[in-house]
């Protein structure tokens, strides 16, 4: 089957399938993702080019190395070693002692040796799990080029993505469903990036996911309902290049359709690598799936074989020293230190410069010797982080916004301690994105501070309940909803400054 010119689709691939729900749940998906990102190092796996994933000019970091020129020898990256080695161990795997570098045989015309350096036999890493799904292995080898099909009739190749230092880290078939996938893909980048291992931007192509997926009758269960059956998967077809986590989940919801509509109607599903279309929203069939063999690995020749042990800083006990603190330890420590409810724990995770910036609040406001009021503050910061702080960013990165962590954690504070009103709150808020300062002179120099004075909050509802005597009227028959009138005019009369639980205390005693 040629991959540029794929056979005709069948009947039943030709429509978008939708399995009925009643088949859906007679049969259990298994899927196993392999997931390729690019290491940052400063230069690439075998050579000194520059690993410059935003180089604009094409065939411009490249050499006799990476374009497989014959009599050129290469060198292997210590450093894109040592981040598979870290990877490894933040997700408990088992760090390989011999390891070895291979050829894996096939022409392309992205691939400039007519083989890729890659690993078979012996991965740097064996085992683990990230995100609840165990790992088979992780292994190091380099990325090929670009090829583009964008100027007409021909195909033109850019080699500067050649001999990238490429991490590709497999899965054990035991996903079962779109969403874990895609999830799973999603802790993985968040990883890569606070491992410092690389950005794994899907859309630049940093990181592709690549989906195999298998569906198979369920076995019934009386105690557990519908079971994993025992080692018994469907024909698996693999999903190539999937570059956003969107395209990844709907194209595995796609193929579980597809896969259960072929063997509802009793038709044979096709061992074969398949590519998703996104304008159409389903996948096509590429080629037959090749094993193993027809790659004929066998071990590089002028690379030496390696021997982990011999190099200290390669050991676990010093890779582990070196590990920031990871994804899943900083979300339990911000749920359960400061109580953050699941989503602002996660969001604060995935953008690193949240998490930075509410991790700085934090130790402003903990200078305060108030613990119920830290408490608050806390719990206020990680709030208007999460909505207004988030609102008024959009695409700008946090660390060019013009408020400090000391001046955001002093108005959370001021917040907490009932000197401010919610409404002022957010109004200063956006003046110090506007303008930056100091909340502090903000409140002052626009009077906002939060009015407490009894005396002066009752002569203004007495005024207004004079007003509206109608609406005084509902409120004494039964509708509580008059009540929240009188605070929010009580509100507008005092330009958002007014305590509203202290306005809402006067109004009901004023009424009454």
């Not at 075998?46 to 374009?67: S, T």
């Not at 990680?382 to 001046?407: L, R």
Request: glycine letters at 6%.
């Amino acid at each position: 089957m040629n991959p540029m010119n794929p056979e005709p689709k069948s009947a039943a691939e030709n429509k978008a399938p939708a399995a009925a729900a009643g088949a859906t749940l007679k049969y259990l998906p298994t899927i196993g993702l392999e997931i390729h990102a690019e290491l940052k190092t400063t230069t690439k796996m075998f050579c000194g080019c520059l690993n410059n994933p935003d180089e604009e000019h094409p065939n411009y970091n490249v050499c006799p190395i990476c374009m497989g020129h014959p009599g050129t020898l290469p060198v292997i990256n210590k450093q894109a070693v040592k981040h598979v080695l870290k990877m490894g161990t933040a997700v408990g795997g088992t760090l390989a002692d011999f390891t070895e570098f291979d050829r894996k045989n096939y022409f392309y015309p992205d691939i400039p040796k007519g083989y890729q350096i890659s690993q078979y036999k012996f991965p740097l890493v064996t085992g683990g799990s990230l995100a609840g799904v165990e790992l088979t292995r992780v292994h190091l080898e380099e990325d090929t080029a670009t090829s583009k099909h964008d100027q007409g009739d021909f195909s033109q190749v850019d080699f500067n993505r050649a001999g990238v230092p490429l991490m590709e880290l497999v899965t054990e078939p035991v996903i079962h469903s779109a969403e874990q996938a895609a999830d799973f893909a999603k802790e993985l980048q968040t990883l890569l990036r606070y491992l410092g291992a690389g950005d794994a931007n899907m859309e630049k192509g940093e990181m592709r996911v690549e989906a195999n997926i298998s569906v198979a009758l369920a076995d019934e269960n009386p105690a557990k309902g519908l079971d994993v059956p025992a080692k018994k998967f469907g024909t698996k077809v693999e999903v190539k290049n999937l570059n956003s986590f969107r395209a990844a989940e709907r194209a595995i919801t796609y193929e579980i359709a597809r896969h259960i509509d072929l063997l509802e109607r009793g038709e044979k599903i096709i061992q074969e690598t398949r590519g998703w279309d996104e304008n159409s929203q389903k996948t096509f069939s590429q080629r037959v799936k090749e094993d193993s063999h027809d790659y004929r690995y066998f071990p590089d020749p002028d690379l030496p074989k390696l021997k982990l042990s011999e190099a200290p800083e390669f050991s676990k006990e010093n890779l582990k020293k070196e590990l920031p603190e990871l994804p899943w330890e900083k979300r339990a420590r911000l749920k359960n230190d400061f109580g953050l409810k699941d989503d602002d724990a996660d969001m604060f995770v995935k953008n690193e410069m949240y998490g930075k910036f509410f991790d700085l609040v934090v130790k402003n406001v903990d200078l305060n010797k108030n613990k119920e009021v830290t408490k608050k503050a806390i719990t206020l910061a990680a709030n208007y982080i999460a909505s207004d702080v988030a609102g008024f960013i959009k695409n700008t990165d946090i660390k060019n916004i013009p408020v400090s962590n000391e001046a955001f954690a002093k108005l959370m504070l001021m917040l907490a301690e009932g000197k401010l009103s919610s409404r002022a709150g957010k109004d200063i808020l956006k003046i110090m994105f506007e303008k930056g300062g100091d909340p502090e002179a903000i409140v002052n120099e626009h009077g906002l501070m939060q009015k407490n004075d009894e005396g002066e909050l009752k002569t203004i509802i007495e005024k207004i309940l004079a007003e509206y005597p109608n609406v005084v009227a509902d409120y004494k028959n039964g509708k509580e909803s008059a009540l929240m009138f009188f605070v929010g005019q009580g509100m507008k009369a005092t330009k958002g400054s007014a305590n509203p639980e202290l306005l809402k205390k006067i109004t009901i005693e004023a009424i009454h």
